[in-house]
């Protein structure tokens, strides 16, 4: 590629934080370069919209070609990314990392829970003493977290708007979309927790609930997770690329594989270095600063592959902390069935996609009082109901006492829609154990050395599994349930794998302090002024709420500060 | 005696030769970076969404096919308005499934075949007729031993039912069986009605919540 003029900016990927970013660097009028490792992606032409399973090959079951079963978003990618390989060091807990191929990238089929870190979540080292403080407060985001949530279109507002919880932060009238009305299963379990002293909020989820710059309203049918071609559920392909298009000021290159940011004269970057996944060719673009957004163990892969004679461990590295302090979401998850619901009318269960309800953490005051075996909490997810039948529909047989023949299409009616399970999602702190580095002899099929993860859970995150399951199974029994799976409560049992809730971040973070941080508060490296990361790699915790709208609203704020910064002359 | 005619078509079982021939030749009709393939015959990691294909040849038998359909209406017998699965195809469905190349798939390849044979062969020697030929009463009394757990075909059972039932309410016929009413666009989601909302609360009283 000939390039007379630098581009003001190159960003490496078009997620969460490469979209916003690239929005808003546009819109400020610089010109930005954005460079996708997958393929080019239309939610608008490709997704399969109202599709039945049985139109699907295997009634649309996972398999190793679409992990998360044949309709789900995700392109060439998975848990595993043919031909670019990742290890788990010998000895270590296993890590998993999923990854897709594709702009956009993982918010076309994310969990579109976008809940906001609350105020203890920015100072967790001044309250108990463990992993570290953000160089920001709440206050200090808040206003980057209504502005992403106006253009994003979240819901949580309504008839139990306000909950005024204890480190849930609400947002400000007139922002939040209505929560659609609770399932007939939701207002159950509601009131099944709510019998424990367990308050329960209207799910805050990433799905307009009424038109907005010329998205249409959800119609509530079609899992989000296949993307959303009416635009009504967030994906940076729908909402935040196109309008970034649009300004003339952004140009994307997909099937773009970054692998190193390349220096300049000085302390400066000077651009960066990628592969065309169909060509193989390795293609050099100059920018005047450069903006990692490539996910958080991806950006520091490609800290990691850009050391040279000068940085010997990596680039931006004098702290020596690229790749550690990776975290993940801690996760366990049960299963009931509740003869209360059985026989019920049949009604519309398909709803938004997501829960309407979750749980946020209510035990704040009994950690104060120390009267629970782990310092951070969790919230809690939630699903049932009549949903649009898969393959696991023949599990609901082993209910009724007619094993085949007459009779047993009745006890499959009378029990379609009694199933509920419920899953925890806590806050992990980051430890010594859990990192990334490359791998001293595993190369992708580009010749580029890939990750090594090492993975360990600490007690915290063990006891808080268990804690999630005693919960549940508690509440299961209280409904006069049974629980079908998910009961053992120990929480090694209990406890999912890294990376396995796909909430990793870390490994770049962001601090006050060189010497322990990657970046400054403004994902501004401390070592090359106009290198910065602006993806989930600069979170130094990871609080129990899911990141991906903070990723955002960091992403918006710290763009806008680069903007700035630009415009005065300093990149 | 031919219980089952498939409900594939000539079409479609063009259309699985010609998605297999784009497999090895390496055509796609949209530009991509490459067309991957963890599983060798799978439909790869980048498939057309809108208009999906089960590239893989299928494997059983005619006879086989015909055990598998006499075998999901003894399941799920027809109940009018309600379709049997073979009516609606769920035995080229189960072809489909045995026949692929994933590994959990494989599992049940062998289950599946094996205990399709076995229960023809069992019903030839018991009754002096195959499992499709025999009169019903004797079709139903194998499966009722089968369906016992404990019996050492039950796994062959299970497996079955699960293809079947899977099978069967994943299709449009199945929804209006089990009483799935979304997949429709609606301008406001209703929530469930008053009166089951009364229902609801009358039980959720009797337990005290």
């Not at chain 1, 010109?31 to 919209?49: F, I, N, S, W």
């Not at chain 1, 399951?469 to 890294?498: C, N, S, Y």
């Not at chain 2, 190349?101 to 195959?130: C, H, M, N």
Request: proline share 7%; glycine share 12%.
């Amino acid at each position: 590629m000939k390039q007379s003029t630098p581009y003001d900016v190159v960003i490496v990927g078009s997620g969460a934080g490469g979209g916003m970013s690239a929005y808003i660097l546009a819109k400020k009028g610089l010109k930005v370069l954005m460079l996708e490792a997958g393929r080019d992606y239309k939610p608008e032409e490709e997704t399969p919209m109202f599709n039945t399973n049985d139109e699907a090959p295997l009634r649309g079951v996972s398999t190793p070609d679409k992990p998360f079963g044949y309709y789900d978003a995700t392109v060439d990618g998975g848990w595993t990314v043919p031909g670019e390989p990742y290890t788990t060091a010998p000895g270590k807990e296993e890590f998993m990392w999923w990854r897709p191929r594709m702009l956009g990238g993982r918010t076309n089929h994310w969990g579109r829970i976008s809940l906001r870190f609350g105020e203890y979540d920015f100072k967790p080292y001044s309250r108990d003493g463990l992993g570290v403080d953000w160089p920001m407060t709440y206050e200090e985001l808040a206003p980057w977290y209504d502005k992403t949530e106006e253009i994003v279109g979240v819901t949580g507002g309504g008839e139990f708007h306000g909950a005024n919880l204890e480190n849930t932060p609400d947002s400000p009238p007139g922002i939040l979309h209505e929560t659609p009305n609770r399932r007939l299963h939701e207002i159950m379990l509601a009131r099944g927790f709510e019998s424990m002293g367990i308050p329960v909020a209207p799910m805050r989820a990433a799905i307009i609930q009424k038109p907005m710059n010329g998205r249409q309203a959800c119609f509530y049918a079609t899992s989000c997770g296949r993307g959303c071609s009416i635009k009504a559920m967030f994906q940076t392909t729908t909402v935040l690329i196109p309008p970034a298009l649009e300004t003339g000021n952004l140009d994307i290159i997909t099937d773009a594989m970054v692998y190193t940011v390349d220096m300049g004269k000085g302390d400066k970057a000077e651009g960066v270095t990628y592969i065309d996944r169909k060509t193989g060719e390795h293609k050099h673009v100059k920018a005047r600063a450069v903006v990692l957004a490539a996910s958080a163990a991806e950006s520091a892969r490609i800290l990691l592959n850009s050391k040279n004679g000068r940085h010997t461990d990596g680039l931006a590295n004098s702290s020596g902390t690229v790749g550690k302090y990776l975290m993940d979401t801690v996760g366990a998850s049960t299963g009931g069935h509740i003869p209360m619901l059985e026989g019920m009318p049949p009604r519309n269960d398909d709803g938004m996609s997501n829960a309407h309800i979750y749980v946020p953490w209510w035990g704040y005051g009994q950690q104060a009082r120390g009267e629970l075996p782990f310092p951070r909490g969790y919230h809690i997810e939630v699903g049932g109901g009549q949903r649009m039948p898969g393959m696991g529909v023949a599990g609901l047989a082993k209910y009724g006492s007619a094993p085949f023949g007459k009779g047993l299409r009745e006890e499959m009616r009378r029990h379609y829609g009694t199933e509920v399970y419920l899953a925890g999602r806590g806050e992990m702190i980051p430890n010594d154990d859990c990192y990334a580095e490359l791998d001293p002899e595993v190369k992708d099929r580009f010749g580029i050395p890939v990750l090594r993860f090492h993975w360990k859970w600490a007690d915290h995150e063990i006891n808080q599994a268990s804690h999630m399951r005693q919960t549940f199974v508690e509440l299961i029994d209280r409904l006069g349930g049974k629980v079908t799976w998910g009961g053992d409560t120990d929480g090694r049992d209990a406890i999912a794998k890294g990376g396995e809730i796909i909430h990793e971040v870390g490994c770049a973070r962001m601090g006050d302090d060189p010497n322990t941080s990657v970046v400054n508060n403004w994902g501004q490296s401390w070592d090359v002024k106009n290198l910065f990361v602006f993806d989930g790699a600069v979170l130094p915790s990871n609080p129990d709420k899911n990141p991906t709208l903070t990723i955002m609203a960091l992403a918006m704020r710290n763009a806008t500060h680069l903007a700035e910064e630009a415009r005065k002359g300093n990149i | 005696m031919s219980y089952y005619t498939s409900k594939i078509d000539r079409r479609t079982a063009l259309k699985w030769l010609s998605a297999a021939a784009a497999t090895t030749l390496a055509a796609p009709k949209m530009v991509r970076a490459a067309t991957y393939v963890k599983t060798p015959n799978g439909y790869g990691t980048d498939p057309d969404m809108l208009n999906p294909t089960a590239p893989w040849e299928r494997i059983m038998t005619n006879r086989q096919l015909q055990v598998a359909a006499v075998m999901t209406d003894i399941i799920l017998p027809e109940e009018p308005p309600h379709p049997s699965p073979s009516q609606i195809g769920v035995p080229d469905f189960i072809n489909e499934w045995v026949s692929s190349p994933y590994e959990q798939t494989q599992k049940d390849k062998k289950i599946v075949l094996g205990g399709l044979d076995w229960i023809d062969a069992v019903s030839k020697s018991r009754f002096g007729a195959g499992y499709v030929e025999t009169p019903a009463e004797n079709q139903t009394k194998i499966m009722a031993e089968i369906a016992k757990a404990g019996n050492a075909n039950y796994k062959f059972f299970d497996r079955f039912r699960t293809l079947t039932l899977g099978g069967y309410y994943t299709t449009p016929a199945g929804f209006k069986d089990i009483g799935y009413i979304g997949n429709v666009p609606l301008e406001h989601y209703p929530g469930p009605t008053d009166e089951m909302k009364a229902m609801l609360e009358t039980r959720m009283k009797e337990i005290g919540i």
